[in-house]
C-alpha cells in the first residue's frame, strides 16, 4: 500500500551575492515537507517579480517568455513526479529534480532508504532507537558529502569500498557530547543500522547484490562497570540539602533495586504500583525499548522512595518522580560520586541496571531466568552480558566444595590403592 504524499511547485526569485538590483529565479520542489531548489536560466529585476503570484509583472515580450518558461517548468517537474511516483516506491526531492535534468536517479537513494524505514518501522522501534537510526543517516550523508561530494547517494552504486570508507569517516568523528573519537562499538552500531537497511533495501529488491558480503562487524567485548555492595551502600547512605543531588541519588538507587532504565522510571505512574501474588507492593510496566511486560516486587529501599515522593511538588500528573533529563541526571551522578569517594568508575544512570543485575540479584543467587524476565530482555542471551561471576562469588563457591573434598580423594595428593593397580 502505498504512504500518501505531499508534492508541489513553487517559485521565488534570490539576491544573494547580488548587488544590482536584479535577482534570480529558483523554482522549489517539496515533497513530505522536505525540499530541493532548482536554478533557472533566468535573471531579471528585482521590481518585476510578482511574489504572490509568483510570475513576472508585465506583458513585454520576456515577460511573457519567461512566465510561459515557468508554466513549462512547473509542468516537466509533475511529470517526472508522476513517473517516478508510478516506477518508485519511495521519492524525494532530489531524485525528481535529478529527473528532471535528465540524469537516471529512479533507483532508492540512502535519503529515501532510510525514510522509508522510519516511516514503516517505527511502530516496532522505540523512539530512542528511531533517533539512533537519524544520526546514522546524518553520518551516513556527512561522509557522502565528504567524499562523493553529493547529496545523496544510490543504493545500487553501495559496494564494499562504501561501507570500509564509511567505517573509516566513523573512526575519525567526534560527535558532540564525545570527549573524544568515536568508540569501536560506537562505529560498529551505526555500520549494523546500515547493515539492516541494505537487508531491508534487498528483499525489496531495490539491489542486486549485498555489499556487506565480505565485511565483518568487529564489535570489542567490554566489561560493564557496576557497583560493589559498599559503594551502592554509600550512595544509599549519602545525605545533601541541594535537592537536585538528592532527586538523582533516590532515582539512581532505585534502578538499582528494581533494573528500571531510565525512560522507563521516566514513565512510571501511579497506575504501575499493584498488589502482587504475595499481597506485597509490586511495579507492573512495559520496557518501552522491547515493549516487554515485566513485573517485580518493591524490594529494598524502592517503596519508601515512591512514598518520599508522592506529593513532591516537581511531580507531574501520576508520575512517580520528578521528571529530569538523562543528560543532567548522569551530570549531577558525578558530583554524587565525587562525594562518595567513587573515583575509579564512571558513574552513570545506566550502571544502576548493570548493579541490579550484578551486584543486586546474581550475586545473590536470583537464577538468570528470573533476572531476564525482570530487565524486559526478549533473549536471554542478552541478560548473560551482565551474568558475570564476581571473584567474590567465586571464592564463596570454591570454599565450599573444598571443605566437601577435603576428606575425600580429591583432598588428597596420593593415589587411592584401587587405582595403584592401573597401568
Given at each position: 500500500m502505498r504512504t500518501r504524499s505531499t508534492f508541489s511547485i513553487s517559485f521565488w526569485i534570490s539576491t544573494a551575492r547580488r548587488d544590482d538590483n536584479t535577482a534570480k529565479i529558483y523554482a522549489r520542489i517539496t515533497l513530505n515537507s522536505r525540499r530541493v531548489n532548482l536554478s533557472l536560466k533566468y535573471t531579471i529585476p528585482i521590481d518585476t517579480w510578482d511574489s504572490k503570484a509568483s510570475k513576472v509583472i508585465g506583458r513585454t515580450k520576456q515577460s511573457l517568455e519567461i512566465n510561459s518558461y515557468l508554466k513549462e517548468v512547473e509542468s516537466e517537474l509533475f511529470q517526472c513526479y508522476r513517473e517516478l511516483r508510478s516506477s518508485t516506491p519511495y521519492i524525494t526531492p532530489q531524485m525528481v529534480k535529478a529527473k528532471y535534468f535528465g540524469e537516471d536517479d529512479s533507483q532508492m537513494?540512502?535519503?529515501?532508504?532510510?525514510?522509508?524505514?522510519?516511516?514503516?518501522?517505527?511502530?516496532?522501534?522505540?523512539?530512542?532507537?528511531?533517533?539512533?537510526?537519524?544520526?546514522?543517516?546524518?553520518y551516513l550523508l556527512r561522509y557522502v558529502k565528504k567524499q562523493y561530494k553529493s547529496d545523496d547517494y544510490k543504493l545500487c552504486l553501495l559496494d564494499h569500498r562504501f561501507i570500509v570508507g564509511f567505517e573509516t569517516f566513523l573512526r575519525k568523528l567526534h560527535p558532540v557530547h564525545y570527549h573524544g573519537k568515536l568508540s569501536n562499538n560506537g562505529a560498529m552500531k551505526h555500520i549494523q543500522r546500515l547493515r539492516k537497511m541494505t537487508t531491508m533495501a534487498a528483499h525489496n529488491e531495490w539491489i542486486d547484490r549485498n555489499p556487506f558480503q565480505?565485511?565483518?562487524?568487529?564489535?570489542?567485548?567490554?566489561?560493564?562497570?557496576?557497583?560493589?555492595?559498599?559503594?551502592?551502600?554509600?550512595?544509599?547512605?549519602?545525605?545533601?540539602?541541594?535537592?537536585?543531588?538528592?532527586?538523582?541519588?533516590?532515582?539512581?538507587v532505585f534502578s538499582c533495586y528494581t533494573g528500571i532504565a531510565y525512560c522507563d522510571?521516566?514513565?512510571?505512574?501511579?497506575?504501575?504500583?499493584?498488589?502482587?501474588?504475595?499481597?506485597?507492593?509490586?511495579?507492573?510496566t512495559k520496557r518501552l525499548k522491547t515493549k516487554n511486560t515485566f513485573k517485580l516486587p518493591l524490594i529494598g529501599p524502592t517503596l519508601p522512595i515512591i512514598k518520599q515522593y508522592q506529593n513532591h511538588p516537581k511531580r507531574e500528573d501520576d508520575n512517580l518522580f520528578p521528571r529530569i533529563s538523562n543528560q543532567k541526571l548522569n551530570s549531577?551522578?558525578?558530583?554524587?560520586?565525587?562525594t562518595c569517594g567513587i573515583n575509579n568508575k564512571n558513574l552513570t544512570f545506566h550502571m544502576a541496571r548493570h548493579t541490579f543485575a550484578t551486584t543486586v540479584t546474581l550475586r545473590?543467587?536470583?537464577?538468570?531466568?528470573?533476572?531476564?524476565?525482570?530487565?524486559?530482555?526478549?533473549?536471554?542471551?542478552?541478560?548473560?552480558?551482565?551474568?558475570?561471576?564476581?571473584?567474590?562469588?567465586?571464592?564463596e563457591d570454591m570454599s565450599g566444595l573444598e571443605a566437601r573434598f577435603e576428606d575425600g580423594f580429591l583432598g588428597s595428593n596420593s593415589i587411592p590403592e584401587r587405582f595403584q593397580k592401573i597401568k
Open positions: 537513494t540512502l535519503t529515501g532508504l532510510f525514510e522509508y524505514h522510519n516511516t514503516h518501522c517505527a511502530h516496532l522501534l522505540s523512539k530512542a532507537t528511531i533517533s539512533h537510526y537519524k544520526t546514522t543517516q546524518k565480505k565485511f565483518r562487524v568487529r564489535m570489542e567485548k567490554k566489561e560493564r562497570e557496576f557497583l560493589t555492595l559498599e559503594e551502592l551502600k554509600d550512595i544509599q547512605e549519602y545525605r545533601t540539602n541541594i535537592e537536585r543531588l538528592r532527586i538523582v541519588k533516590d532515582l539512581f522510571i521516566m514513565n512510571l505512574t501511579d497506575d504501575n504500583i499493584v498488589i502482587g501474588i504475595d499481597g506485597k507492593y509490586w511495579i507492573s549531577y551522578l558525578k558530583e554524587v560520586a565525587d545473590n543467587g536470583v537464577p538468570i531466568e528470573t533476572v531476564s524476565k525482570i530487565l524486559g530482555h526478549s533473549h536471554l542471551g542478552t541478560t548473560q552480558i551482565y551474568a558475570r561471576v564476581l571473584d567474590e562469588k567465586i571464592s
